[in-house]
């Protein structure tokens, strides 16, 4: 693994595709200044704010956090990274967390708009009872593997997850499946219904208001497999479709090459859209349960 000063940078331990970035204590004492700059309404209101703190971030590095997180994050050998503070202290609070999400997804390109949240990010509690319309919020209903972005006409080819805050939890572990890891991929990628479109809705707690087409795969620029799915929101139009479908959920459930975690409180995970799939094991009944989540998701810069 290569260095970089302030940052301790590791394979993770369940796949050496993941890797780990501890941020040191010396670099986030240096960022308490520049953040304290803004307040997260002028983040919210002025664009230019993020990427003013994102060149913090990197200046802090000497310029290799951005150079090591976009080789990883554009590598399928890896393209996953488990990111955050070494040690969590008092000022490293919700706030703080937010704009070190906000300086990282400004690293790596623009954020989409999230239309649940109208903001350029998302933040949502998982709690005990919920009245959702989508497995998000479901604490003890496993999230199946899927994708981001699929019901929207934004590229969406990555993916930012912050655990902010968590009480009361047992279970509920993440989920990562890389697509060369899967057993069935090949089998799936080269069924003909996979590249034909299927019709992709949401439901209202999204705010999109439009339905799109796309196929559940596509290759890339070496003929490999890309995938864009969720089991949620694909409308089949036929039984060959709905089949489809139902082969698939089973085979991306049933793969033993999962990466099951556990995201520490106050650390972010950032997977490539395309070739990592993400979810979340149940969680175990407890009334007073509560996880504050924050999502980004967006497209890279173009050079």
Request: proline share 4%; glycine share 4%.
């Given at each position: 693994?290569?260095?970089?000063?302030?940052?301790?940078?590791s394979?993770?331990?369940?796949?050496?595709?993941?890797?780990?970035?501890q941020?040191?204590?010396?670099?986030?004492?240096?960022?308490?200044?520049?953040?304290?700059?803004?307040?997260?309404?002028?983040?919210?209101?002025?664009?230019?704010?993020?990427?003013?703190?994102?060149?913090?971030?990197?200046?802090?590095?000497?310029?290799?956090?951005?150079?090591?997180?976009?080789?990883?994050?554009?590598?399928r050998?890896?393209?996953?990274?488990?990111?955050?503070?070494?040690?969590?202290?008092?000022?490293?609070?919700?706030?703080?967390?937010?704009?070190?999400?906000?300086?990282?997804?400004?690293?790596?390109?623009n954020?989409?708009?999230?239309?649940?949240?109208?903001?350029?990010y998302?933040?949502?509690f998982?709690?005990?009872?919920?009245?959702?319309?989508?497995?998000?919020?479901?604490?003890?209903?496993?999230?199946?593997?899927?994708?981001?972005?699929?019901?929207?006409?934004?590229?969406?080819?990555?993916?930012?997850?912050?655990?902010?805050?968590?009480?009361?939890?047992?279970?509920?572990?993440?989920?990562?499946?890389?697509l060369?890891?899967?057993?069935?991929?090949?089998?799936l990628?080269?069924?003909?219904?996979?590249?034909?479109?299927?019709?992709?809705?949401?439901?209202?707690?999204?705010?999109?208001?439009?339905?799109?087409e796309?196929?559940?795969?596509?290759?890339?620029?070496?003929?490999?497999?890309?995938?864009?799915y969720?089991?949620?929101?694909?409308?089949?139009?036929?039984?060959?479709?709905?089949?489809?479908?139902q082969?698939?959920?089973?085979?991306?459930?049933?793969?033993?090459?999962k990466?099951?975690?556990?995201?520490?409180?106050?650390?972010?995970?950032?997977?490539?859209?395309?070739?990592?799939?993400?979810?979340?094991?149940?969680?175990?009944?407890n009334?007073?349960?509560?996880?504050?989540?924050?999502?980004?998701?967006?497209?890279?810069?173009?050079?």
């Amino acid at each position: 693994m290569e260095k970089v000063k302030g940052l301790e940078i590791s394979a993770h331990e369940k796949s050496k595709r993941i890797i780990n970035i501890q941020i040191e204590d010396e670099i986030l004492d240096k960022l308490i200044f520049p953040f304290n700059k803004f307040d997260i309404t002028a983040l919210e209101y002025k664009p230019f704010t993020r990427f003013t703190l994102a060149k913090s971030l990197d200046d802090i590095t000497s310029n290799q956090l951005s150079k090591l997180m976009n080789k990883i994050i554009r590598d399928r050998e890896t393209g996953c990274f488990i990111i955050g503070p070494k040690n969590i202290n008092s000022k490293i609070n919700d706030n703080f967390l937010v704009k070190l999400s906000t300086a990282l997804s400004h690293l790596i390109g623009n954020p989409n708009h999230d239309s649940m949240a109208g903001k350029y990010y998302a933040r949502f509690f998982v709690k005990h009872e919920d009245r959702s319309d989508s497995y998000l919020r479901k604490a003890y209903t496993n999230m199946d593997l899927h994708t981001d972005g699929t019901y929207v006409k934004e590229i969406t080819d990555w993916l930012l997850m912050t655990k902010i805050e968590e009480q009361n939890v047992e279970g509920g572990e993440t989920t990562m499946l890389h697509l060369d890891d899967w057993e069935h991929c090949e089998d799936l990628f080269n069924d003909p219904v996979g590249k034909q479109n299927f019709t992709w809705g949401s439901p209202k707690s999204k705010n999109i208001d439009y339905k799109v087409e796309h196929p559940v795969f596509f290759p890339d620029k070496n003929n490999k497999a890309q995938i864009s799915y969720i089991d949620q929101f694909p409308e089949p139009k036929n039984m060959a479709q709905g089949n489809f479908l139902q082969k698939l959920s089973d085979g991306l459930e049933e793969s033993k090459n999962k990466v099951i975690t556990k995201l520490p409180t106050g650390s972010t995970i950032v997977a490539n859209n395309y070739f990592w799939l993400h979810g979340r094991r149940p969680f175990k009944e407890n009334k007073d349960l509560s996880r504050e989540l924050l999502r980004i998701r967006g497209s890279f810069f173009i050079n």
